[in-house]
């Protein structure tokens, strides 16, 4: 299984991105997905992750500014970043979730300056 995260770039500090991730196969039809993110001086943490019924759940740093979603049919998940704060610049990756199993994909860097 491989998954591909995209959408990533440099914004500046207010703006949005919005970012996407294609699975190989069908593997989010039953499970649950997520975004997470790593810096050089953090773990990698979540950000965002959806079941498959649809439940979101988010960390405190991003709610009410970051939305998840996810499109089975497609293999394909979203995570749409609005008011981007030079805090949430990190490699972005996806994977499942709660437990993120799966190989991780090269990610995609998001950069927010001020």
């Known amino acids: 299984v491989q998954l591909q995260a995209s959408g990533g770039g440099s914004v500046q500090a207010g703006g949005s991105l919005r970012l996407s991730c294609i699975a190989s196969?069908?593997?989010?039809?039953?499970?649950?997905m997520g975004w997470y993110r790593q810096t050089p001086a953090k773990r990698r943490e979540l950000v965002a992750g959806?079941?498959?019924?649809?439940?979101?759940n988010y960390a405190d740093s991003v709610e009410g500014r970051f939305a998840i979603s996810r499109d089975s049919a497609k293999n394909a998940g979203y995570l749409q970043m609005n008011s981007l704060k030079p805090e949430d610049t990190a490699v972005y990756y996806c994977?499942?979730?709660?437990?993120?199993?799966?190989?991780w994909g090269q990610g995609t860097l998001v950069t927010v300056s001020s």
């Open positions: 959806i079941t498959s019924g649809g439940s979101t």
């Open positions: 196969e069908n593997i989010f039809r039953f499970d649950g």
């Open positions: 994977n499942k979730y709660p437990v993120p199993i799966l190989p």
